[in-house]
């Protein structure tokens, strides 16, 4: 019964969707707005549990004392702060929710992606090596790029002497597009459809019920 | 001589730190500024469509991102928003990310302050709903399903600019300011592909490079997304376009001397690597 009726619902969704999309007169679009709908239930559903997992797993850390558990009342405390001032006053402008999420929120997010710059910074001069030719290809096309997405890469071309009257006095910035438009395209759109062909391979392996490994157990 | 690169080499990760902190805090502290012409590319393509569009055109924007990217993203969302407001393009926004509507509210609202537009006249905010890709499907059958009420929970049938709205082909354009997923990928699918609205927006500087097949035209047959913003660079070339200098244009200077920076370290790095014979223990190995 636990794996027939997953595996059951799975593909009468999936089957759903599918025949919508082909088949678009009734009952089908009907019966898609239906699971669509439901989808959406059940992953608004998710959201709750992710909450009750968050408070659990952070009050059995503090009360079992394990590694870096002092971090854990701050994230309960953060979560009950932003929790009970919007479920009391709303989470429009002028409120407290909304105070706090612009005020505290919104800079400590931007602060922890900044520091990817410094990373970057560190791992690019340890690790970023022309060790190889491939390695040369790509570290001279990310210069080229670094180069041509910022203003100063075109300032640099054009304090060469003639660089600004030439036919191309931004000439960095269009080797930059050029990497992007030409290069980069062919190469995304290589894995776009090597990885479309594997979405669409792994969809209906798990419609059909072939694939299981979503349901938890090895079989 | 050696023994000096061994130690360059070798260097504390806190100088490289504050190298860096250096190279962003000058130039922003000095308000250093940098000629930055936009030519044709896809910021330009995306600006050319939403000049285009005719007064009380419906864009739906979807503010698919959280705080993190915001230094990225709301310049963009900003600039985008100024725009649409200043040409009478009606604003349906929304959000596919739990934090992208509130964002999103605070530009459309301070926005709609400076230029005077009205809240429900010329704007709504729908807020956040869960779904990604199957609540854009959930959109090409019914709107007012999606989102029975608005972030201030004004019922969909008493919102004026909403009369007329009721599935995701009323809208003239799509704008979709991505930070990954659900973002442009899932727009350009269910929005563009299938659906034919036409799809523009905006993303991270680290993600633009996989959205350009996307711009690719083919002759006789409209382009999967009409422009992309890619990164601050995206949101500067904006701002520049519509004579608006703002935050991305301001932070272009710093990106310059952060870039050059990254670049210097790069060499030095090489150098040693080299220099210090390193390379033989390396061989065959990973790097």
Redesign the interface.
Known sequence: MRLYVPLAITFIAGMIMILE?FIPHQPF?TL??GV??W??IV??SA?FLGVLNLLRVHLKKIARRRKHWRYSPVTIIGFLSMFITGVAW????ETPF?YL??EM??????T???LL??F???A????????NWR?SLL?ASA?LV??G?????D?IWRWIPGAAESSHP?LV?EIA?WI??VP??AG??A??IGAAMGVVATSLRMIFGIERSYLGGGD | MKKLLERIGN?D?RI??I???LA?IVPLALELT????V?E?PSYDLYEYVEDLPADSRVLMSFDY??????ELQPMARALVTHMMSNDVNIVAMALWP?G???G??IL?SVSDSLGTEQYQDWVNLGY???GQ??I??LG??LE??FPTD???VPYGEIPMLSDISTLRDFDLVITLSAGDPGIPAWVMIASD?FGVPVGGGCT?VS???F??YL?EREGERPQMEGLL??L?GAADYETLIERPGLAAAG??A?????????V??V???IT?FATGR?KR?KGGG?
Do not use: C, W
Not at chain 1, 124 to 131: E, G, K, P, T, Y
Not at chain 1, 149 to 153: E, H, K, M
């Open positions: 999309f679009p898609g707005d669509k709908d989808y959406t992953a608004s959201i709303g989470v429009t402008e909304y999420f612009n929120v919104v800079p400590m997010g931007a922890m992606f900044s710059a410094f970057v910074a560190s690019a001069f340890r690790a970023f090596r022309a060790s390695a570290l210069f670094m180069l997405r910022v203003p100063i890469g300032i931004y910035s597009e992007m438009q980069n395209m995304q759109r894995i776009l | 260097v990760r490289i730190f190298l860096m902190a962003v940098m000629e930055m012409p030519g590319g959280d705080p993190s990217t915001k230094p934090q509507a509130t964002l509210q605070t609202s709903k869960t779904g199957v609540l499907v959930r059958s019914s399903a999606a972030l201030e929970e299938r500087a633009a490079p996989q350009y097949p690719q890619g990164g660079r272009m200077s990106q310059s001397i952060a870039h050059l920076v990254i670049m370290f790069i030095i790095g090489n690597f390379k390396t790097r």
